[in-house]
């Protein structure tokens, strides 16, 4: 989930600083990037939760078979 919201993060932030540009405002467009860096950091918190979920998985498989073996 956190991925998709860091997604729209980064499309309002874009669009608050193409606008921010386009009316020469100084503020939005400051707006407009923090929106984005907000969103690349729930983007690679979210990657780094996914990896960190299927290294898990990987080593709790493993595990699972030595019990099967056994």
């Known amino acids: 989930m956190a991925d998709f919201e860091g ?3 980064q499309l ?12 020469d405002n100084d503020q939005l467009k400051n707006e407009g990037k923090a929106d984005q860096l907000g969103g690349d950091i729930k983007e690679k918190l ?8 299927d290294k898990f998985n990987e080593v709790a498989g493993k595990v ?3 019990r099967d073996e056994a």
């Open 7 to 9: 997604k729209a993060d």
């Open 64 to 66: 699972q078979d030595k």
């Open 46 to 53: 979210s990657d780094a939760g996914d990896a960190a979920k």
């Open 12 to 23: 309002k932030g874009d669009a608050k600083e193409a606008f921010g540009n386009a009316t």
